[in-house]
């Protein structure tokens, strides 16, 4: 364990010898310990503090964490944070009236969390004060960890210094507890929420949508930052044109398979800044990500990606369908709807991988036909020719295997890793002198 | 969990071969690795390279093929038998000399405690073009100056964790390896590899060859003698011709016979060799039985 990982044990074991050592020595000892004699990080903390005469059991037994690496459903969590603001409430649980409090925690490094207090004689939390919570337990609440106060829970009030929150975060009055954040295309991800975006809007569509207060007018479309593209979906009329530059507060993100969807409405403002941005048409060019990128964010719209053809996976070539489902049938007899007058396609389902990540990528009939050059028609003529149906896949892995390709499409992440629906797909001829001079040069340099 | 698919490690074959440590796969299902000195946790693999030699060491109803596949600097081994039926009935098809692509499995095979051989499992085997290969080994430098990279910042963490690396931006996959690499390798010689990343790009740009960065303190590799560089030519030249001349069979021609040829143009054995290792090297001929060389 390196210094920065010790310092909060060492805080720790401080609070429990009640300040009667001071902390370099404790830091010297469980250094030693830890490091010199290998012991266990909890081993270590009870011998210190038997040492110079405290308490072991008064150590907390919960792991001491920052907010920002809070789980979703942690047992036992201790956080040392400033309350930023505190409710107290009524509700009726089961019949009958209890009082609850809650409000938004926030820690030294600026991230926040709400909590909940649910018995409030073990934890009475007052706003602006710090406190070191123990035996907390986390909860989810839509996609972000929410801290629960229970009956086991202690808290001890600490000095106004020992928690500074930076100045960035603030309370928001109403609405969304969490603190704003500013966010690029990138770095949207499902679940998140209070976003600050700025985007040109590419796309819209108005629809009329049916709620329970009448009829009302919801706004689709795609919105677009220098790191990619973004559908969206507005919930009030903001009056959006295309073309226009727009800045959203109080945008949240909702996810379909990893593919992010921005969303705002009543809650949210839209201003129009007037700043410097790309053009309609630099943003309409699919983004370059490498396959690492995507693994990351989880999914994107509309993006480009290269890599190496490593797998032509089975239903490659020509195939047939059920022309009730769609479904891929095996001789003419579709798993629910039996024997039926199939339906011949075309179709190319492959792993690409760039060394670092690897991607399956499917493409249906107009794409297989541009990149490989057989039209269905074709292949139905030679697969009747030969008598053999695989022959059309068996030709375009030969085509395929081991070539570097660039794809274009839509990606999605599902618990089988990241695929692809290509929309544009290119065998590529990269330029490896110029590729390795440009290398060579990086290595001179060093 | 579903299972990910395992990405497909670009490794040299000096840096995979080196390889002395394996992580088995516990219980059903589970993964193995091999790790290599730089880091890479290599359960499959994408290579491209110049097969040279191919024997069939089972019968011919069961065919057990292993296979020489060079990078242009090392080679991999490949074996492919009965439970690779794919890449079976390819190698099977296949005339070396040849450029070949393969993706496999790493295998290690381990004759007694702590030594450990690895060797390639492919699942697919593709002939393929000079571009393909010169694109892959582009690929395979970068991304081992990638590990150098990674192992160099690795090396200098008092404890480094996954977590630090992959916060310096490397991939987890990377990170993860590395810090299992660094205790079991130590002090890794990442000039040796840094070289080899150079003899890689080298091959990539012929006309740059000769005036290459070495880099700083790295092993020299002897006395350059840059003024007799027209004559090595002219003896490569010699030696390529007396290949052609000794080949009469069309299996290579026979290292004995070369050697008094040799002689009797003035080239001693030791110079022999290092003219044939060049010759080797540069990709003009090849081994394919120990003591036979014939041009590609």
């Not at chain 1, 989880?298 to 190496?308: I, N, R, Y």
């Not at chain 1, 541009?370 to 068996?394: F, N, Q, S, W, Y």
């Amino acid at each position: 364990m390196n210094k920065e990982e010790i310092a909060p044990h060492v805080k720790e074991i401080a609070r429990v010898l009640e300040g009667k050592v001071k902390e370099q020595e404790i830091e010297k000892d469980l250094d030693n310990y830890l490091n010199v004699y290998r012991m266990s990080l909890e081993a270590s903390k009870r011998h210190i503090v038997r040492k110079y005469g405290g308490d072991p059991n008064a150590l907390t037994k919960g792991e001491r964490k920052m907010l920002s690496q809070l789980g979703l459903s942690e047992q036992s969590v201790d956080l040392l944070v400033r309350v930023m603001s505190s409710n107290t409430r009524e509700v009726v649980v089961g019949g009958t009236p209890k009082t609850i409090q809650s409000g938004l925690l926030a820690d030294e490094a600026g991230n926040t969390v709400k909590f909940t207090v649910w018995d409030v004689s073990k934890a009475d939390l007052k706003a602006g004060e710090n406190y070191l919570i123990r035996y907390a337990y986390t909860k989810e609440w839509s996609g972000q960890p929410e801290v629960h106060l229970g009956n086991r829970v202690v808290i001890e009030q600490r000095p106004q210094d020992e928690v500074k929150v930076p100045d960035t975060v603030i309370v928001p009055q109403t609405g969304s507890y969490s603190a704003p954040v500013t966010a690029k295309v990138s770095e949207l991800k499902e679940n998140m929420n209070n976003i600050t975006f700025t985007g040109r809007v590419l796309a819209l569509r108005s629809k009329e949508v049916e709620t329970p207060s009448g009829k009302k007018a919801m706004f689709t479309g795609i919105i677009a930052d220098e790191t990619g593209k973004v559908e969206f979906t507005a919930w009030h009329d903001f009056g959006l044109k295309e073309n226009e530059v727009i800045t959203v507060t109080n945008a949240y993100v909702k996810g379909w398979k990893g593919i992010p969807r921005l969303s705002f409405g009543e809650r949210g403002q839209v201003t129009r800044p007037k700043l410097k941005f790309p053009t309609n048409e630099e943003l309409s060019q699919a983004v370059r990500k490498s396959i690492e990128d995507l693994e990351r964010s989880g999914g994107a719209s509309d993006v480009v990606l290269a890599g190496t053809v490593v797998d032509i996976k089975k239903g490659t070539g020509l195939i047939f369908r059920c022309p009730e489902c769609n479904r891929v049938v095996q001789k003419g007899v579709c798993q629910v709807h039996g024997k039926v007058q199939q339906v011949p396609d075309l179709r190319i389902k492959i792993v690409v991988d760039d060394g670092s990540a690897a991607i399956t990528a499917v493409m249906k009939r107009e794409v297989t036909e541009r990149l490989t050059g057989v039209t269905l028609k074709e292949a139905l003529d030679e697969a009747r020719e030969t008598m053999d149906p695989e022959v059309i896949g068996h030709r375009f892995e030969e085509k395929l295997l081991a070539k570097p390709i660039e794809l274009r499409g839509n990606v999605i992440s599902d618990d089988y890793g990241l695929s692809m629906n290509v929309s544009e797909a290119k065998l590529v001829i990269p330029d490896v002198k110029t590729e390795a001079e440009a290398l060579l040069a990086k290595i001179e340099v060093i | 969990m579903a299972m990910v698919r395992e990405v497909a490690w670009r490794v040299f074959a000096s840096e995979y071969n080196s390889s002395t440590m394996e992580i088995k796969g516990e219980g059903e299902k589970a993964p193995s690795y091999v790790v290599t000195p730089l880091g890479a946790m290599v359960n499959r693999m994408f290579i491209v390279g110049l097969l040279t030699d191919l024997q069939n060491l089972g019968t011919e109803q069961e065919p057990y093929w292993r296979a020489l596949l060079s990078d242009g600097m090392s080679k991999y081994y490949l074996f492919a038998g009965k439970y690779n039926p794919e890449a079976t009935v390819v190698l099977s098809k296949i005339e070396p000399p040849a450029y070949v692509a393969v993706v496999g499995k790493s295998r290690t095979y381990s004759p007694e405690e702590g030594k450990i051989f690895v060797s390639v499992r492919p699942e697919k085997i593709v002939v393929v073009d000079e571009s393909v290969r010169d694109n892959w080994v582009l690929e395979t430098a970068r991304s081992t100056l990638k590990r150098i990279d990674c192992v160099e910042e690795a090396m200098q963490m008092e404890s480094p964790t996954m977590e630090d690396l992959a916060k310096l931006g490397y991939h987890q996959a990377l990170a993860d390896g590395v810090v299992r690499a660094l205790p079991h390798y130590k002090e890794v010689d990442l000039n040796r590899y840094r070289g080899m990343v150079l003899e890689a790009l080298e091959q990539l740009l012929p006309e740059r060859s000769g005036d290459l960065p070495i880099p700083t303190d790295a092993p020299s590799a002897g006395p350059e003698e840059i003024d007799d560089e027209q004559e090595d030519e002219d003896k490569e030249e010699l030696v390529l011709k007396l290949i052609d001349k000794l080949d009469k069979n069309k299996k290579g021609a026979p290292l004995a016979e070369l050697i008094k040829e040799a002689a009797k143009a003035g080239i001693g054995e030791p110079e022999l060799e290092e003219i044939n290792n060049s010759l080797l090297d540069k990709g003009l001929i090849y081994e394919p039985t120990i003591g036979k060389m014939k041009r590609i």
